[in-house]
Structures are given as structure tokens and as C-alpha cells.
């Protein structure tokens, strides 16, 4: 009986191991892909870097090399990691970092963002998993690596992000009522989140200040009915936040009075708004 048990033993540890070993030459062949990108990356002058507003910035607009490195609903643990593996590179060219921050960055949605337990942060794992650490990661545990759920995250891809065009225009309440809800919907979250994207967001900062990188934070445009609705708390969150931190100069285009024809919905320029303020950016932080 025990030489049979043996066999079975042997017989089902075969394909276990081949499964991890199929595993590991995955994740070191993505990895190796990831590092490339990212040498890259580091001949860039320009980054731009955040959520999906600065996604609607127009990089080609910029006479430096830029790169687009934001992406949708990206927390600041993701962006820092993404610009520590850029800095971490032997022939760095960045001198400049263009980051959003809006008070929306420090809004309920980023708790689930930020927490595997919700859809959204399962997602977010799989997301950004290539680009953590995994030795420190609120993504990724070890435990993981016995989960199914660790085939999904090597086989997943990286979210790379990139500039985004929308044509729409003067968007109407059903619209904005839809975004203010998935920003601030849930007030039930008690905003753990706020501390985290504030670590990071610090941590962002001090990355910048030690490699001698100029650090510009844009906050782009929102839809006029859209800031009455927001709490005044989320623009003190933001003002603590900036208070907090090292930075260039901070670029404020929420206070103005757009023109409802440049958004494409509640907080998103579309492709004439985008043309606007990226002039408009420019001009401000003579990056030409």
C-alpha cells in the first residue's frame, strides 16, 4: 500500500512541477520584457504620469521626448513603483515628471482601487503586478504563487497606459451624475485609502527630489456641475496632500471656467480641450 501511495505521489508531483516550472519561465520572460520597456523608458526627458486625466494631455504637443505612461484609475502606489523601475535603470535621461493631482485621486473609489478584496483591486493586481515589487507588495502575497489565481497574474498584461482621444463634448447630468457617484458614491469606505495615496504620493516626491527630477502637478479641468457637487473636504484633502510634499509647481485648471464644448464627460478634456491645456500646460511650465 505505501509503494502504491508512493507511485500516486509521484506520478501527481510530476505535472505539479512542470506547472511551476512552466509558471516561473513565464513570469521571467514577461519580467525581462517589462525591464526592457522600462530601459526605455529612461531616455524619456518628459513623463507623464497619473490617472486617466492626464491621459487626455497631447505628448506629441511636447518638442522633448515625452512618454505616456498614465493610465486608468492608477493609485499612486502603482505610479511610484512604475517611476522607481524607470529610475532604477543604468542610463537615465528624465528630467522632468508631469503627475495629476485632483481631489478626486483622494476619493472613496480608491479604496477599492487599492484593496484586493474588491473586483476593482483584484483587477488592479493584475494590472500592475509586473511592475511591483512582489517582496512588498498590498497587491501580492506568497501565498498567491499556490492559487490559481497567480496563473492569471503571470499571464496577465501590463498596463502600460497611453494618451486617449474622445470626441465627445458638453456632456449632459446623467453623464456627470454617473462619475460623481463612482468618485464619491460611497462615503460607507471612511476613506482608508486617503492615507495610502498620500504615502505615495510623498514617496513619488522624494523619488523626484533625490534623482534631481523637476516634479510638475497638473490638476486638469472639471466640468463645471460637476465641482459644485464635489465635498469641500476632498480639495482639503488634496491641499494637506500638497502641503505634504516637494514639488516644482502645481498647475491648477480646476478653478477654471471651462468650456463645457472642451470636456469630454465630468473630468475628462476631450480631443479640442486637450489640444487647449496641453498649449496651455506648456506655456506654464516652459517644458519646450
Not at 512618454?67 to 492608477?74: F, I, K, R, T, W
Not at 502603482?78 to 535603470?89: N, S
Not at 512582489?134 to 497611453?162: A, C, M, Q, R, T
Request: aromatic share 14%.
Amino acid at each position: 500500500m505505501k509503494q502504491f501511495l508512493k507511485k500516486v505521489m509521484l506520478f501527481l508531483s510530476v505535472p505539479i512541477v512542470l506547472i511551476g516550472l512552466t509558471e516561473l519561465v513565464c513570469y521571467r520572460d514577461m519580467y525581462k520584457k517589462v525591464g526592457v520597456r522600462f530601459n526605455q523608458l529612461a531616455k524619456s526627458k518628459v513623463l507623464l504620469m497619473g490617472d486617466s486625466q492626464i491621459q487626455r494631455l497631447d505628448s506629441s504637443l511636447f518638442a522633448d521626448s515625452t512618454s505616456m505612461l498614465a493610465s486608468p484609475g492608477e493609485p499612486y502606489y502603482a505610479t511610484y513603483f512604475k517611476l522607481k523601475r524607470i529610475l532604477d535603470q543604468d542610463d537615465v535621461k528624465v528630467e522632468e515628471v508631469i503627475l495629476g493631482v485632483s481631489p478626486h485621486n483622494f476619493a472613496p473609489i480608491y479604496n477599492k482601487i487599492l484593496d484586493r478584496e474588491w473586483p476593482e483591486g483584484k483587477k488592479s493586481m493584475k494590472r500592475y503586478f509586473f511592475f511591483l515589487d512582489i517582496h512588498n507588495s498590498i497587491y501580492f502575497n506568497y501565498k498567491d504563487v499556490f492559487s490559481p489565481k497567480f496563473i492569471e497574474l503571470i499571464w496577465s498584461e501590463p498596463e502600460w497606459g497611453g494618451y486617449v482621444v474622445s470626441e465627445n463634448s458638453n456632456p449632459d447630468s446623467v453623464t456627470i451624475n454617473k462619475i460623481f457617484k463612482m468618485h464619491y458614491g460611497d462615503d460607507s469606505l471612511k476613506y482608508r485609502s486617503e492615507g495610502m495615496q498620500l504615502e505615495y504620493l510623498e514617496l513619488l516626491s522624494e523619488l523626484c527630489e533625490k534623482g534631481g527630477i523637476k516634479l510638475h502637478l497638473i490638476s486638469t479641468p472639471y466640468h463645471k456641475d460637476y465641482v459644485k457637487r464635489i465635498n469641500p473636504n476632498y480639495f482639503n484633502h488634496m491641499s494637506t496632500a500638497l502641503e505634504s510634499i516637494n514639488y516644482t509647481q502645481h498647475v491648477d485648471f480646476i478653478i477654471d471656467d471651462v468650456v463645457p464644448d472642451f470636456m469630454s464627460d465630468a473630468n475628462h478634456l476631450n480631443s479640442s480641450g486637450s489640444k487647449y491645456y496641453t498649449s496651455r500646460l506648456l506655456e506654464e511650465i516652459s517644458v519646450k
